[in-house]
């Protein structure tokens, strides 16, 4: 059998929507063995991908040696000559990094597919270019199609995650009475330039319109605060919802995909815990500020966008982005939270929700 390496995206976000592309390259080529090199944190997830062994999941920097980042030259080095005992024919880049190019030219990788940004054409043998009009307007997912299947065609939806275990978090479990749970994800790894701040508010709004169902908070250790202040607010808003905070408080990343499937819903910030969610097939309500829908939105069908209108979109959003955090500011709670409502009543009649 023929082994094939592909490098994983460092981002989750960026990580689901490469997963459309996994799935067609596995349909396409079934002869083909994929192996993956990815991030530490990747690692679980790209285990519960259809057809793809824990065995082939390489990570970089090596278990046990303390690194926590690519930025290790002399890791990287070590990586690279590593990958040559894997004999891999062919390498594919879904990163655009310099440093992705790097380690498959010392694997000694004779085919190395991606594109020639950032100083790598010399790198790259295999060189996957874009028309201006395709960066313009080709999801991201299309663009991972491209590099490895050799095409953008397919159904953005067909992610290859296998069936979950849905699993609330501890501390949902005082709260028995409550049937259904709305997943609620406040934070973004990019910061303020992608955080909507009227999360309390449009909870305290769905709350006001159905009580029976609860609200979990989920998200990663460093976004604790943010969970905190949306817990705050509410108690300012003295709206009698039950909210648990559980951010910082699933163990690992699978964990937190689980608890999401055990959600009814999610209200979210454009991240990758609103891609994580939409390609597990729960349906999505994601506040989306500078950033474009069409490029990088949500893959599951059941995923509903609300943006601010004429929004001059940008794919390169600063961290700090006083136009952007301002763009988010006047999106009001009221239309994110109907989004939300629309789907608990249609679930309530019997309808799918999602996929």
């Keep these: 059998m023929i082994s094939v390496l592909l490098i994983s995206p460092n981002w989750l976000g960026d990580f689901v929507m490469a997963l459309p592309a996994v799935a067609c390259f596995r349909r396409e080529h079934p002869e083909t063995e994929l192996h993956i090199l990815c991030k530490p944190f990747l690692k679980p997830l790209w285990a519960c991908v259809d057809g793809i062994r824990e065995e082939n999941i390489l990570v970089f920097p090596p278990e046990g040696s303390g690194k926590k980042s690519f930025l290790q030259t002399r890791e990287t080095f070590q990586m690279g000559f590593a990958l040559r005992k894997k004999g891999y024919s062919s390498a594919y880049l879904l ?200 490029k990088t939105g949500p893959l599951g069908r059941a995923a509903r966008i609300i943006q601010a209108p004429d929004v001059k979109v940008s794919r390169a959003i600063r961290r700090v982005d006083p136009d952007a955090a301002a763009i988010l500011r006047s999106i009001e709670p009221e239309r994110v939270a109907e989004a939300c409502c629309e789907i608990l009543r249609a679930q309530g009649d019997g309808k799918t929700g999602g996929r």
């Excluded at 479990?173 to 609620?184: K, L, Q, T």
């Excluded at 910030?269 to 097939?281: C, Y």
Aim: aromatic fraction near 6%.
């Design 95 to 294: 990163p655009n990094s310099f440093r992705s190019a790097l380690l498959a030219w010392l694997g000694g990788i004779g085919h190395r597919r991606g594109t020639g940004l950032h100083a790598r054409r010399l790198l790259v043998n295999d060189v996957v270019r874009f028309s201006d009009e395709e960066n313009r307007t080709l999801h991201q997912s299309r663009e991972y199609l491209r590099i490895l299947c050799g095409h953008t065609d397919g159904d953005l939806s067909q992610t290859g995650f296998g069936s979950r275990h849905p699993a609330l978090p501890d501390a949902c479990r005082a709260y028995p009475e409550v049937s259904r749970w709305v997943g609620v994800i406040p934070g973004a790894a990019r910061g303020d330039s992608k955080r909507w701040p009227h999360f309390a508010a449009a909870i305290a709004k769905i709350a006001e319109q159905d009580p029976t169902v609860g609200f979990v908070l989920l998200g990663t250790k460093s976004e604790r605060s943010i969970g905190e202040q949306a817990m705050a607010q509410i108690g300012v808003l003295r709206q009698r919802a039950i909210v648990v905070n559980a951010i910082g408080e699933t163990r690992d990343t699978v964990a937190f995909l689980d608890a999401l499937c055990s959600c009814v819903c999610v209200l979210c910030n454009d991240s990758g815990g609103m891609h994580l969610a939409s390609a597990a097939g729960i349906p999505v309500v994601a506040v989306f500020g500078r950033t474009d829908p069409k």
